[in-house]
């Protein structure tokens, strides 16, 4: 790191004795770290600007678990967090990261080197991040990722459900009609179609959730941890959503959809690519029992 600007580092711990030997081990590969003992000082700190990561304790005074970590995403915006847990809490720091934390790293295992790597690691993946949207792996027509991008960014949010133990669920979603769509109100009413499909589909989800356009008419949502379960009841709010996302729009004619979901479980190796295509087979079955029903 020498020739280079310090990487910034926002401590949130309350602990001193664990502040300073988080200090002491950081200082000496590098980083430039500043410490805040409470939430609330963490926050005003962070909202002051030139911080290039956060280190925040799941257990303050003011703010604790998954609720602290919240408040600092929310208020971060995309931004690199990773959390620090107790051994005894390490599942609260597994579910940070299912719902958008770069990674964890438990206070008991503590080394220099693996405390370096992490925090190295979530601003690498933040850069990744916006690199992706910058460039040509954003669909032009709705913002989403295209399907380049949810390859690329589909592994390493596997990798990190992998790590954790936590469920994967990947959902292929069809917007019906969409060339009848076209042919009769033209191609720019088609593009709308497909933009406030995009939008219903966007807003069911985290933002912790990779969502993209993968075709013409077909989007893609991989969900990890708890938004991998309950998916009926997803899907169900989904199609909810459509309805009013249609009727706000003022279109003339209905959005449906047609999904078909797939699990890791589904697959022999759980990468995306089988992903997709274990989520592909069902989509054509639920197409067919479609029809069969008209």
């Known amino acids: 790191m020498t020739g280079a600007r310090a990487v910034s580092v926002l401590l949130i711990e309350d602990e001193p004795g664990d502040a300073e030997r988080i200090r002491e081990e ?11 003992d409470r939430l609330v ?3 005003a700190r962070l909202e002051a600007g030139g911080v290039d990561v956060v280190l925040l304790d799941l257990s303050l005074p003011d703010g604790e678990g998954l609720e602290a970590f919240l408040t600092v995403r ?16 390490e599942q609260t720091a597994l579910d940070a990261v299912s719902d958008g934390a770069a990674d964890y790293v438990v206070k008991g295992t503590i080394r220099g080197e693996r405390l370096a790597s992490s925090i190295r690691y979530a601003i690498d993946r933040d850069r990744m991040h916006k690199e992706l949207r910058d460039l040509v792996f954003v669909d032009e027509l709705t913002g989403l990722q295209n399907r380049r991008g949810l390859l690329t960014l589909g592994r390493h ?3 990190l459900a992998r790590r954790a133990n936590r469920p994967v669920a990947l959902l292929l979603v069809e917007l019906d009609r969409l060339k009848k769509i076209s042919r009769a109100y033209g191609r720019s009413e088609g593009d709308r179609a497909v933009v406030e499909t995009a939008r219903a589909i966007e807003a069911s989800f985290r933002k912790s959730d990779l969502v993209a ?3 013409d008419d077909q989007f893609c949502a991989l969900l990890t941890g708890k938004a991998g379960t309950r998916l009926e009841l997803r899907l169900d709010a989904l199609r909810e959503r459509l309805d009013r996302q249609a009727a706000e729009a003022g279109l003339e004619y209905p959005l449906s959809i047609s999904i078909g979901v797939s699990t890791t479980r589904d697959t022999k190796d759980g990468t995306i690519d089988e992903l997709v295509d274990a989520a592909d087979r ?5 197409r067919s029992a479609s029809r069969n029903k008209e």
């Open 213 to 215: 356009r993968v075709g």
């Open 282 to 286: 069902a989509l054509a079955v639920e």
């Open 74 to 89: 929310d208020a971060a915006g995309d931004f690199p967090i990773v959390v620090l847990t107790d051994f005894e809490d």
């Open 41 to 43: 000082t963490g926050l």
């Open 157 to 159: 949010q596997l990798e």
């Open 26 to 36: 950081l200082e000496r590969q590098e980083f430039r770290v500043e410490h805040a």
